[in-house]
């Protein structure tokens, strides 16, 4: 909602403003169709030939998140600390229990109490197998962390490649802008024997292939890229609880401090009050008994 927010007040703004100080939309909107065509069609043919097909998909779906925000919301983080709890208590409990779990995870009981994580893949296979790997006796604390910080940070950077494919193309919308005004140019001096008031329609025609350019990219696509990459950090963050809490529990911390070491790396904004959290983790526990 934010997001459709801003784009209202850019339009608003910039051409209110034009509009008020005495401009004229016609000259804009006669040249519009053909300079977008030049200059968004080269865009979008630049995006296509440093991408492949798996990446244009990736940024055509990350666009979205403008519009819809983070994924994992308070309650998501809530959730994600009481099945850790339950994972871990079970695997201290009764390790050949937990296998039918992690091997498993979408037949799991334990699971599919979370129906939103469940969905999520990476955050699964990051539980099922550190889990695993600590049954299987691969549980020095500072390995597994090495490990664990190596594979988010190889996630993140390719999570990170829409933002960075959209800020390539938001770097040279002005350059394109240029080069539609420079053919505009070359247009109006085939046309130099008209009278000046042809010339300074041709020219103000041209001179729209600039603005354009410099509009998309300041005020359009460089700002998409910039809210994509703070939704995908902040969408990290979720990953990173779940480090923490397993990290901590191959340190043989007691399950309650592994889950409150991963509830205080919560972000602030998500993050559940201790009594919050000691509520669910009650009835999680009575749900088991």
């Not at 030049?38 to 492949?52: Q, R």
């Not at 809210?227 to 399950?255: Q, S």
Request: hydrophobic share 45%; net charge negative.
């Amino acid at each position: 909602m934010l997001g459709i927010v801003g784009i209202a007040v850019i339009f608003v703004m910039v051409f209110g403003g034009y509009i008020l100080a005495g401009g004229k939309l016609a000259i804009i909107i006669k040249a519009l169709p053909f300079e977008l065509m030049m200059i968004g069609g080269a865009a979008v043919g630049a995006f296509l030939i440093s991408n492949d097909i798996g990446s244009v998909k990736h940024t055509l779906k990350d666009i979205g998140k403008v519009f819809k925000g983070p994924k994992w919301k308070h309650e998501d983080y809530r959730d994600l600390l009481c099945l850790l709890f339950e994972l871990i208590r079970l695997a201290r409990a009764n390790p050949v229990a937990i296998e039918e779990h992690i091997e498993a995870p979408e037949e799991s009981s334990i699971f599919s109490k979370y129906p939103k994580i469940l969905t999520d893949k990476e955050a699964i296979n990051l539980i099922s197998d550190t889990l695993r790997s600590a049954s299987m006796n691969y549980d020095d604390p500072h390995q597994v962390e090495e490990v664990l910080d190596k594979r988010m940070d190889a996630n993140l950077h390719h999570a990170l490649h829409s933002s960075h494919a959209l800020q390539s193309m938001a770097d040279g919308l002005p350059a394109l802008g240029i080069v539609a005004a420079v053919l505009g140019v070359i247009k109006t001096m085939g046309a130099i024997d008209q009278p000046p008031e042809v010339l300074g329609k041709m020219i103000g025609g041209a001179l729209v292939g600039t603005f354009l350019g410099v509009f998309l990219a300041y005020g359009l696509v460089g700002p998409f890229s910039a809210k994509v990459k703070a939704v995908t950090e902040e969408d990290g963050h979720f990953y990173h609880l779940i480090r923490e809490v397993l990290i901590a529990n191959l340190h043989n911390h007691a399950t309650n401090i592994c889950i409150e070491v991963g509830r205080q790396n919560t972000p602030s904004h998500c993050r559940p009050s201790f009594g919050e959290l000691e509520e669910a983790l009650k009835t999680v526990k009575q749900d088991a008994a």
